[in-house]
């Protein structure tokens, strides 16, 4: 069952545009998460929140910027995106420690 | 510095046989394991996790094991069924390293062949 929610599913974009990424969690969860991935490569953790009016970056670099008003909603903006945007962007969330990450089904971003 | 490594980038396994899926970690304060399966264009699923006091782990046809003293766990799949091809990643946190965040390794791509 989909308790976490990412749209668009897939995005082709030109350069220079401004984009929203969409997360929604229907589990109550306080924490929530952006990784970043690429084929082959490990998930890079870009921006995390553990609370209403909490962000933080990752230990990856990122242009992005993620805002948290609301518990169950935790959006990704590229003010101006790029080609070295292009990447799948994995939202999670989870509860208390020692239970795992719940991931969405992700955003396939390509920026031409 | 990667603090959680696999180092098989990929695997091939016959239908019915067993797979065994290696993860080793460099940092002694991950206290928490855990292995994530990923179909392409899809998001990681949970599978199986683990902590640092015990050093087996078991549901159903996976079972993960944990070798502290060597910075080592193993994913097993038995048997392994088609359906298993996929991405398996491992990752493993420590409440000391911001406040319990996943650090991933770089996936190991199963195929399992009919």
């Known amino acids: 069952e989909a308790d976490i929610y990412q749209t668009p599913r897939y995005l082709v974009i030109g350069t220079g545009k401004k984009i929203t990424l969409e997360c929604s969690q229907t589990?109550?969860?306080?924490?929530m998460y952006w990784y970043q991935q690429d084929p082959g490569m490990e998930l890079h953790l870009i921006h995390y929140?553990?609370?209403?009016?909490?962000?933080e970056k990752g230990d990856l670099s990122s242009e992005s910027t993620v805002s948290r008003i609301r518990t169950e909603h935790f959006p990704l903006t590229l003010e101006s995106a790029r080609p070295s945007h292009t990447s799948q962007y994995l939202c999670a969330s989870s509860g208390i420690r020692g239970t795992p990450l719940h991931f969405g089904n992700g955003t396939r971003l390509t920026v031409t | 510095d990667q603090q959680v490594k696999q180092n098989s980038p990929s695997l091939s396994v016959q239908e019915g046989r067993i797979s065994i899926l290696n993860c080793d970690y460099t940092?002694?304060?991950?206290?928490?394991f855990l292995w994530y399966k990923k179909y392409p264009a899809e998001g990681p699923t949970f599978l199986i996790s683990i902590s640092s006091i015990k050093d087996k782990n078991e549901d159903g046809r996976f079972t993960v094991f944990l070798n502290k003293s060597a910075k080592h766990l193993s994913l097993h799949i038995v048997p392994s069924q088609p359906g298993d091809s996929a991405v398996y990643f491992c990752?493993?946190?420590?409440?000391?390293?911001?406040?319990?965040?996943?650090?991933f390794g770089q996936g190991t791509e199963l195929s399992v062949k009919p």
């Open positions: 990752a493993a946190s420590s409440v000391y390293n911001q406040g319990g965040k996943l650090i």
């Open positions: 940092n002694s304060m991950f206290d928490y």
């Open positions: 589990m109550g969860h306080d924490k």
């Open positions: 929140s553990y609370g209403v009016n909490s962000t």
